[in-house]
């Protein structure tokens, strides 16, 4: 099966601009969850989604970052404006329930760089 | 909020040397889930703990999750240069929930 894909790869703005990013989950996948990793700290998780619906969104940093996902099938994680702060790699993941437990399987990431 | 601890932030191992990152939850988790990064990629699954005291083992890999299920260990036997990447514990409140990760530990091998 294909895995969780993202796009863009890398993506650098400028500080106030809007970015725009994608996740493809693994077909079929009902959860799909987004993760920030800024350099030198942990992954930190954003939000996750149950098909269309936000499951959970506490880890959203603040109302520059909307989520959605409609349709229940891609998601969008829209920055905007984007600040300096907002630079890191953005991981997607999905998960469905296989074998007792939910596997997360991550996407490649996007790394983004706000200038 | 849930904090993960991880520890040690980096180890440099020779080849052939065993290898060991410790996780401790400030919280009871319902589960542990591992990840291990190799350099410029993602984190892929290794296994998820969910009982207290449980044990698995995956060849040279030995993943430990703690009576109070706060805490947990990854070891690694007689490591190789593909065990390089970095590893990440991650803690879950359970069910599908969002993970909270560890900082990660960088294991680096010299031949």
């Known amino acids: 099966e294909a895995g969780v894909t993202q796009f863009p790869s890398h993506s650098v703005i400028e500080k106030g601009q809007t970015v725009t990013l994608r996740c493809d989950p693994i077909?079929?996948?009902?959860?799909l969850y987004w993760y920030r990793r800024v350099m030198g700290k942990e992954i930190k998780f954003l939000l996750h989604?149950?098909?269309?619906?936000?499951?959970?969104e506490s880890g959203m940093p603040n109302n520059r970052f909307l989520a959605e996902r409609t349709g229940g099938t891609y998601s969008t994680l829209k920055v905007q404006p984007a600040e300096l702060e907002d630079s890191g790699v953005y991981f997607c993941a999905s998960s469905d329930y296989r074998g007792g437990s939910y596997e997360q399987y991550f996407g490649p990431g996007t790394r983004l760089t706000v200038t | 909020g849930q904090q993960v601890m991880q520890i040690p932030q980096y180890q440099h191992v020779q080849e052939g040397e065993d290898f060991t990152t410790y996780c401790n939850s400030s919280?009871?988790?319902?589960?542990i889930q591992w990840y291990k990064q190799r350099p410029g990629g993602h984190p892929v699954f290794l296994i998820q703990?969910?009982?207290?005291?449980e044990v698995k083992k995956q060849k040279r890999l030995t993943f430990q999750f703690g009576e109070a299920k706060k805490n947990s260990s990854l070891h690694i036997t007689a490591t190789q240069t593909t065990d390089v990447g970095t590893y990440f514990c991650?803690?879950?409140?359970?069910?599908?929930?969002?993970?909270?990760f560890g900082k990660g530990t960088h294991l680096i091998i010299q031949p």
């Open positions: 989604f149950v098909k269309e619906s936000k499951q959970d």
């Open positions: 703990l969910v009982k207290s005291g």
């Open positions: 919280t009871t988790l319902s589960n």
């Open positions: 991650a803690g879950s409140g359970g069910g599908a929930d969002g993970l909270t």
């Open positions: 077909s079929g996948h009902d959860n």
